[in-house]
Structure formats: structure tokens, C-alpha cells
């Protein structure tokens, strides 16, 4: 991964959990690493477990989701780190899986989808 790519990766995660705790969500770790992947954030929501995967991007071609590369495959990953992470809670609480995208250029857009997608 390149140097720039790194430095707008963590950007996104900062200001991602910026806005999450302006929602009134509590960030409990980033950048969660298991035998599957990296998890960008996890986090609570009152009673509720919260999966979020963070794409950040300096700008975006015009009409492009930045949503969109959060597709099948990568929603499979994440599946597979939440399933990890959960082994370690008893009793199993509820859980979601969120997305935030930021593109910083021109304006700066940031998009929270909560119940992005299930599994």
C-alpha cells in the first residue's frame, strides 16, 4: 500500500470515528486484527455491537458510489472477522454492519450507512 493511500486511510478512519461519536456511538477499537482481515472500527450503539468498515477517498469520478466497493466479497470478509470477534462475548449481543465513506475533494462528503448490509 502506498504511503498516500495509507495517509487518506487513516484520515477516514479519524474523522469516520469523529462523526460515529457525534451519533452518540462509543468507538471501542480500530483497526481490529484477526486470523480473517482487519476490521476498521468496532463500536457500540446503546445495546447494539457495531461492524464498520471505513472507505475513504481524495475524490471520487462524478456519479461513482464509494459504497459500491464495499461489494459481496469484501461484506463476506467482514462476516468472518465479526463471527471471530463474537466468539469472545457471552451472550452474543446484537450486531450490525455499518459503512462510512468520505471523499475529501472537491467538498468534503462523508455518508454513514447504518444496517449498511446482513449477512
Not at 462524478?62 to 472477522?81: C, F, S, W
Not at 446484537?94 to 468534503?108: A, E, N, S
Request: aromatic share 8%.
Amino acid at each position: 500500500m502506498s504511503r498516500a493511500r495509507k495517509d487518506t486511510g487513516d484520515w477516514g478512519e479519524d474523522l469516520a470515528a469523529s462523526h460515529l461519536e457525534t451519533l452518540g456511538l462509543t468507538i471501542l477499537r480500530r483497526n481490529v486484527r484477526t486470523d480473517a482481515g482487519e476490521l476498521d472500527l468496532l463500536a457500540w450503539d446503546r445495546d447494539t455491537l457495531v461492524f464498520v468498515e471505513v472507505k475513504a477517498f481524495e475524490h471520487l469520478s462524478t456519479g461513482a458510489d464509494p459504497a459500491e466497493n464495499v461489494h459481496a466479497a469484501k461484506q463476506r470478509r467482514l462476516g468472518r472477522i465479526a463471527r471471530i470477534i463474537l466468539a469472545g462475548f457471552s451472550p452474543e449481543p446484537f450486531c450490525r454492519f455499518d459503512v462510512v465513506t468520505l471523499v475529501r475533494q472537491p467538498g468534503l462528503q462523508i455518508q454513514h450507512y447504518p444496517g449498511a448490509f446482513v449477512l
